[in-house]
């Protein structure tokens, strides 16, 4: 989903994802999942969504253990990236 070129547009789009499932907005790269009250269950639907679009399954610990949304987004197009 995410070639090269698009990596900064795939890194945007997982941090919406994040924004939309937590229903708070607006949310930076840097902020903390946790600092909007970002629970278990909104990390799964992150994660469900994620794999709904892109294919790619991604546990909600990453976005659970990450310092910031923008660290997770980073995993995910990574993870993508790498297919």
């Known amino acids: ?48 969504r994620v794999e709904k679009e892109t294919g790619v399954k991604v546990a909600p610990e990453f976005l659970l253990d990450s310092d910031s949304i923008g660290a997770f987004a980073d995993t995910v197009v990574a993870l993508v990236a790498a297919g």
């Not at 499932?21 to 909007?36: E, I």
């Open 1 to 48: 989903m995410f070639e090269e070129s698009t990596r900064l547009d795939g890194k945007i789009w997982v941090i919406r994802v994040v924004e939309d499932v937590l229903r708070a907005g607006p949310v930076a790269a840097v902020d903390s999942f946790h600092a909007f009250g970002g629970s278990s269950l909104q990390a799964m639907r992150v994660c469900v």
